[in-house]
Each structure stands twice: as structure tokens, then as C-alpha cells.
């Protein structure tokens, strides 16, 4: 017997939730219509991919509830909660700002942190480097250079880091942009452009920085903005 079967027979001889006569068809591999079942009538669905289900006619719509046997649960569409509490672990998106002004020239420079405009070309600062509480993954960087007067200029950015326990500086990814760039004109890096999987462990010192292969232009206002996927732990 398999696992979907046994979960199904459990289902139907539990006290209390009986399967109507006339649903007990096995599993279909397809949502059902409600015009094509009765009212009161359940019956089982499990498309490719996807969570077993029991569907239910009732007042002539039909009513989903999907079943787990692991534990894992999916929701297809909007989770509205009055209240929502975690107890173990969930993802959270949290966006830094890294904005600075300067002329940049061709030098590696290492952006703020939470826009206190205090870069600088390492990044043994509390201004340019940010202490981890939680394994986090770089989701997204965006930036937007104000007027260049070079925009053939490539951008070299990378994501750095220290050690809990040490000082030397670890490179962790690298990405090149070399597209044309326009002033005020906003480029975005995804997650999988990167050439690593870019991941701090909770414990180290995350740094990032800029390098043009060009001089791009004078001292000029750079907006920089990430987006990461946080691990937070309960």
C-alpha cells in the first residue's frame, strides 16, 4: 500500500470524517469541477508536484484542504492571520542601504552600512562592515549612479568577509556588470549572477564593495540598496 493510499483509508475510517457515498474513487490526477460532483460530495486529488487534497462541494462551491505527509505545508494563494507566531525558524527579507558620496576613481572602495556615508577602501570599520546575527543570503543589490561621464565603465562588486575569530579578509562572490551604464539610471544584481552562492554564516563580518575599471565620473552621489534572505532563528 502506498503512502498516499494509507493516508486516505487513515482519513476515511477516522472518526468523524467520513467520506460521502460515491467519493471513495481513489485519487484523481486532476482538480475536480464543482459541476461535475454533488452536493456534499468529497474526493481526493493529487496533481503532479503538488500536495494531496480533499476537496468538498458545499452550497454549491467547492472547498480544499491540503493534506501533508511530512509536516511541510503550502499555501497556493494569500495567508491572512490575525496573528502569526513562529516557534523554530523562518525566512525574513531585510533591504540596507549603502548610499555615499564620492569620487570613487578606479580605487576598490567598501560602501556604508545603513547610509552613513563612511567608505573607504577597507573594511575594518563599523561603518563599512555588519556584524551577522543570522545565516543571511544577498537576494538582491540595485544601484544608481547620479550624472557619470564615463558610463562604459565595468563595476566589479564584490561580498566579503571576516571570520568569527579573525581578521583576514575572505572573498565569498564576485560579479562583474559590464553593460553600458546610465546616469540616474538604476542596474540590478539577482542572486544567481553572482560566480558563489552568496551566504554569510551568522558570526561573521559581511563587507561589500564597488570597483570600476574605469574612472566613471567626479564626486557624485552613488544609491546603493541590498535586499537579503534572512535565516532568523527562534
Not at 491572512?80 to 525574513?92: G, M, S, V, Y
Amino acid at each position: 500500500m502506498s503512502d498516499t493510499d494509507r493516508l486516505i483509508r487513515q482519513i476515511q475510517n477516522a472518526k468523524g470524517n467520513h467520506i460521502a457515498e460515491g467519493s471513495q474513487r481513489g485519487v484523481m490526477a486532476h482538480t475536480p469541477s464543482r459541476y461535475n460532483m454533488s452536493e456534499g460530495e468529497q474526493v481526493f486529488a493529487q496533481e503532479a508536484n503538488k500536495q494531496l487534497a480533499l476537496y468538498k462541494k458545499n452550497k454549491g462551491m467547492l472547498h480544499k484542504v491540503n493534506l501533508s505527509s511530512d509536516g511541510n505545508q503550502y499555501v497556493e494563494k494569500t495567508l491572512t492571520a490575525e496573528e502569526l507566531k513562529f516557534t523554530k525558524r523562518f525566512t525574513d527579507y531585510r533591504i540596507i542601504v549603502h548610499n555615499f558620496s564620492r569620487d570613487i576613481g578606479t580605487t576598490k572602495i567598501y560602501v556604508p552600512w545603513f547610509n552613513n556615508s563612511l567608505e573607504a577602501t577597507d573594511m575594518n570599520s563599523s561603518s563599512r562592515s555588519f556584524l551577522v546575527p543570522y545565516n543571511m543570503t544577498l537576494h538582491k543589490l540595485i544601484m544608481r549612479p547620479e550624472t557619470l561621464s564615463d558610463g562604459t565603465a565595468n563595476f566589479t562588486f564584490g561580498l566579503d568577509k571576516q571570520d568569527d575569530g579573525d581578521t583576514t579578509v575572505d572573498s565569498v562572490a564576485t560579479v562583474t556588470y559590464s553593460a553600458t551604464l546610465s546616469s540616474n539610471t538604476m542596474i540590478t544584481i539577482n542572486r544567481e549572477d553572482w560566480n558563489n552562492n552568496p551566504v554569510i554564516e551568522a558570526g561573521d563580518k559581511v563587507g561589500l564593495s564597488i570597483t570600476p575599471s574605469a574612472d566613471p565620473s567626479g564626486t557624485i552621489d552613488w544609491f546603493i540598496t541590498s535586499v537579503w534572505a534572512v535565516e532568523i532563528v527562534i
